[in-house]
Structures are given as structure tokens and as C-alpha cells.
């Protein structure tokens, strides 16, 4: 009997210290998860939106795979990142999940509008992106504060915004899409490449020389080799740009190569020592895009980013090619919200109507601009 109770006694020990250590796991668990819940991210990013379970309806009718969308919604512009989802999500039986990355004060329409419309069953989340994260490392002219528009460098910090995905694509607002995503989402990308561009030496761009824009397909476009920074890196001035307004990303590949650090470094060295083009032919984001992924990307189908319709109110393209194309998009100033922009009545098809109304209001603002 002593032997029995001896058993007890160990036997009650260990359940002892057992209920112990899943105490303090548990403790721990929580004290993680509450850390997890109310840490901002390191960007400040944080989602403020939960994907809204899909109808049963829908869950049967599309497939399982999720393909992550990522996307910038600005509240002057809202409408073309509204018209840009709504033309993605009818054209697939994917599951679609769009990471819509907007500021603060955007957050409340951007919800009312995705709620109250025909749009209310797709698959969102929406993040909160800190312009703080930028600082020192974009030259802002006072002059011009209202020209600079942070969100245009949410694409640099992918792996903050959809931390779980292996592959996202990324499209800027003034896109319609015409075809299955699934398509461009699977398209191949090399071994040691973290994202696809399309090539602005491709075919269906090159056709068409951009007037005005400089050495529109050229590195020089962008770079200034005037500058030694530029000179060192042994990057030929003749290489062909690429468009980085839609483009596929591996982001396991990404965060291995520390994509992020490396663009944000180019980007503070530019404060500096002022290394982009002075005729620069795009945006301040291309320039950091095209030195580190400088022959390191793979290339899109060129009809899945067939651009330039907003470079100038004419007709760029024939009514069968825009038809045929996977992919349109109004880079350039004439954006088709504006109407006087080229096949604008091709984005109107996918335009779902502003509840609130405000969109209205900025579109008849932006065509009295451009009749000007």
C-alpha cells in the first residue's frame, strides 16, 4: 500500500506541474496574442476590415484558390479603384481577395461604398498606410506638398501589407481588367526573381512613341547619369524601362532579397544626392523599381498591360486591339473618370456609382480641368 500511495503522490506531482507549465503556455499565448492584436505593424499598417464571409452562393461558385490583389485607393481617385475591383471580380471565378491600402480619412467611404453596392459581396480588406514611414526618404517641395502622394510607394512595402500570401499581384487604380486574373496571377516568374513587369520596349507600347515624355523606354528616362551614385552601378542608359503599375510579385522571393530595405536605401540615397532624371518620365517610384530590379525580373504578357491611354485625349490604340487586351491601363494624365481620356467608355462599364455622391462631385471638377 505504501508502494500505491507513493504512486499517488507522483502520479498528483505530475499533474500538478502539468497543469503548471499549461498555465504559464497559456499565459504566454495570451500575453502574444494581445501583443499581436494591439501592435501596430512595424509600418503602422493596420487592417481595419475582416474579409466579410462570402454568401454560400458564391463560396460554391468560385475556386479555392485565393489570389491576392493589392491595390491603392486615394479618396480624389476612389471611383478608379472602385471601377478597377469591379472589373477584376466579374471577370473570374477565383477567390479574389483585394487588399485595398488607403489613408485614414478615406476609410469611411471607401466602407460605405463597398457596402452599399453591388460590390458588397466581394472579398476586401482594408489597410491603413502610415505616410510616417516615408519620412526621410522622399524630398517633399513645399510648394508642391499637395503633389506628393504617399501611397503611390504602398507596391515597396508588399510583405507588410499581405503577410501570409506567397504571390500577390499589384495594380494601380487606373486599370480595367478584361480577362481572368488567374491568368496574369500564374504568371511564370524565373527562379532568384521576386516580381514581372511589363517591359516598355514590348510590343504593343513601343509601337507608339509617347511625344513630350523624353526617353520614355530608357533608363536615362529616369536616372541621372550625370550623377556617380548611378554611374558605379554599370547599368547600361539604353535599357528598357518597365511599367510598374501592374506587376506579379513573389514575395517569399522578395523578403529573402529584402526588396523593401533595398528600394527604401535608394530612396534616402535620392534625398541626398538627387539621383533621379530632371525630365523624369513617370513617377518618383519608377526609379528605385528599375535599379533593383535592374535585369533581375521576369516579364509580363504585354496584354496584360496595355497603357499609355491616358497620354493624350486622341485614340492610341485600334476599338479591336483595346477590345482584345487583357489589360487596360490610363497612365498619363487624361484618366477616363475624366471622360475627355481616350475609350473612357470602356471604364464606364465597370463604374459602380458613388453612394455618398462625393466622386461625382471631383469627376466634374476634373473634366472642367481638362477642357480647359
Given at each position: ?42 509600418l ?5 476590415d475582416f ?12 475556386s ?7 491595390i ?167 535599357t ?10 513573389n ?45 533581375q ?5 504585354p ?15 485600334s ?6 487586351a ?23 462599364k465597370?463604374?459602380v ?18 477642357a480647359?
Amino acid at each position: 500500500s505504501s508502494k500505491f500511495s507513493v504512486n499517488i503522490s507522483i502520479l498528483i506531482v505530475a499533474v500538478v506541474i502539468f497543469l503548471l507549465v499549461l498555465h504559464h503556455n497559456f499565459l504566454s499565448l495570451s500575453d502574444f496574442l494581445r501583443r499581436e492584436l494591439s501592435d501596430p505593424s512595424p509600418l503602422g499598417l493596420q487592417p481595419i476590415d475582416f474579409i466579410p464571409a462570402a454568401p454560400q452562393r458564391l463560396t460554391d461558385e468560385r475556386s479555392d484558390k485565393e489570389i491576392s490583389v493589392v491595390i491603392a485607393a486615394s479618396d480624389e481617385r476612389l471611383g478608379g479603384a472602385i471601377a478597377a475591383m469591379n472589373s477584376i471580380y466579374r471577370h473570374t471565378t477565383s477567390n479574389v481577395v483585394f487588399h485595398i491600402v488607403t489613408l485614414n480619412d478615406t476609410v469611411d467611404h471607401l466602407r460605405m461604398w463597398l457596402s452599399s453596392t453591388a460590390l458588397k459581396n466581394m472579398r476586401y480588406r482594408i489597410l491603413d498606410f502610415d505616410p510616417r514611414v516615408l519620412e526621410g526618404k522622399v524630398q517633399v517641395d513645399p510648394q508642391k506638398a499637395d503633389t506628393f502622394k504617399p501611397l503611390t510607394f504602398a507596391r515597396f512595402y508588399l510583405p507588410n501589407l499581405v503577410p501570409h500570401a506567397e504571390k500577390v499581384i499589384y495594380v494601380d487604380d487606373d486599370v480595367i481588367v478584361q480577362d481572368d486574373i488567374l491568368e496574369l496571377y500564374n504568371t511564370p516568374l524565373k527562379p532568384g526573381h521576386a516580381a514581372a513587369f511589363s517591359d516598355d520596349c514590348d510590343s504593343t507600347s513601343s509601337k507608339v512613341a509617347v511625344r513630350g515624355a523624353g526617353n520614355q523606354y530608357n533608363y536615362i528616362g529616369f536616372l541621372d547619369y550625370k550623377k556617380e551614385t548611378i554611374r558605379k552601378l554599370a547599368m547600361k542608359a539604353n535599357t528598357c524601362s518597365f511599367n510598374p503599375g501592374v506587376f506579379v510579385a513573389n514575395l517569399t522571393e522578395w523578403k529573402l532579397q529584402n526588396i523593401t530595405k533595398q528600394l527604401e536605401k535608394w530612396m534616402a540615397l535620392n534625398v541626398v544626392e538627387e539621383l533621379y532624371s530632371k525630365t523624369l518620365a513617370g513617377s518618383i517610384t519608377t526609379p528605385p523599381l528599375l535599379i533593383v530590379f535592374y535585369k533581375q525580373h521576369s516579364s509580363l504578357d504585354p496584354m496584360w498591360n496595355v497603357r499609355h491611354l491616358g497620354s493624350s485625349a486622341g485614340k492610341r490604340y485600334s476599338p479591336q486591339f483595346v477590345k482584345a487586351a487583357k489589360l487596360l491601363h490610363w497612365n498619363g494624365h487624361f484618366k477616363p473618370w475624366g471622360r475627355t481620356a481616350s475609350y473612357a467608355e470602356v471604364w464606364e462599364k465597370w463604374y459602380v456609382p458613388d453612394p455618398t455622391g462625393k466622386f461625382n462631385l471631383i469627376r466634374r471638377h476634373s473634366e472642367a480641368y481638362e477642357a480647359k
